[in-house]
């Protein structure tokens, strides 16, 4: 019983992280469209809850989980947020599902990670959009964020988030 109170909790938790990214999102597939997942994890980068959100976002987390938290072992401190798109070295589907991963911690001592993979409509690339059928590499699908640190201590990291504003289209959405 006390098994499931409490993994009814998490999932709860991640319908709501869900629900507030949504509300809050300035992108129309995010706000409207629902285009995105949420996510929980232990301290050791497992996940132990998921929204009923979209499934191929959702099974590649724990792949993206490991590949991200992996460089960040024990370097993560309250307020930081890692970012990263890069199908290869972050467990991404494709370049344009974005994921945002931040530390919990209480009294000092990290407890759980939480997740969102938000699928941006424009993540640079040779044509407006999702997909180009008719790129012949991958650099021409758009930029690709391996895991770095977006946020440090509640604040943006600028260079980063200058260097992802100036390959992309549509600076206001992201």
């Given at each position: 019983?006390t ?16 629900v507030?990214?949504?509300r ?17 994890a232990?301290a ?6 998921q929204?009923?959100?979209?499934p191929?976002?959702?099974g590649?987390?724990?792949g993206s989980?490991d ?10 401190e309250q307020?930081?947020v890692l970012?990263?798109?890069d ?15 931040m530390?919990m911690?209480?009294d000092?001592k ?6 969102t993979?938000?699928?941006?409509m424009?993540i ?15 650099y021409?699908?758009?930029l ?10 509640y604040?943006?990291?600028?260079p980063?988030w ?13």
């Open positions: 019983v098994f499931e109170v409490v993994y009814g909790g998490l999932r709860a938790l991640a319908q709501e992280m869900k507030s990214v949504m809050t999102a300035y992108s129309p597939i995010v706000a409207s469209g629902g285009d995105m997942s949420a996510g929980i232990d050791a980068g497992r996940v132990v809850a929204g009923q959100d979209i191929g976002q959702l590649a987390l724990p989980l590949a991200m938290l992996a460089p960040w072992h024990g370097k993560l307020g930081d970012i990263g798109n199908p290869y070295l972050c467990g991404s589907n494709h370049v344009n599902d974005v994921c945002l991963v530390p911690f209480v000092g990290l407890l759980a990670y939480s997740c993979r938000t699928h941006w424009d640079g690339g040779g044509t407006p959009g999702s997909f180009n059928a008719q790129v012949s590499d991958m021409a699908e758009g690709r964020i391996p895991t770095v640190l977006a946020y440090r201590g604040e943006p990291v600028g980063i200058e260097l992802i504003f100036a390959n992309v289209r549509g600076r206001t959405e992201r």
